[in-house]
């Protein structure tokens, strides 16, 4: 049962390129708009950048989750194991 103040855990899967083994993991009491309120102007901005002097990686989204909502769960997964029964 689950208590009135207690917040609900997502897993969403992170998709920020065109290339599947990019994607990521998180385990959070993060919202969606939470995520994205952090992560799509970090993305935003590689993209707009003409060179490499701007580069992120899936560790640095991770870590400015964190920072932005240090009282929120935040877990960071490249994969989940699987059960096969």
């Given at each position: 049962m689950k208590n009135k103040n207690q917040k609900s855990t997502n897993v969403y899967e992170?998709?920020?390129t065109a290339w599947d083994e990019e994607n990521f993991y998180l385990l959070t009491t993060?919202?969606?708009k939470q995520v994205?309120?952090?992560i799509k102007p970090i993305v935003s901005k590689e993209?707009?950048?003409n060179s490499?002097?701007?580069f992120y990686d899936n560790e640095t989204l991770v870590s400015t989750l964190?920072?932005?909502y240090p009282d929120e769960v935040v877990e960071f997964y490249q994969s989940f194991e699987t059960i096969t029964i």
């Open positions: 992170i998709n920020t993060l919202t969606e994205i309120k952090v993209r707009r950048s490499d002097e701007y964190i920072e932005k």
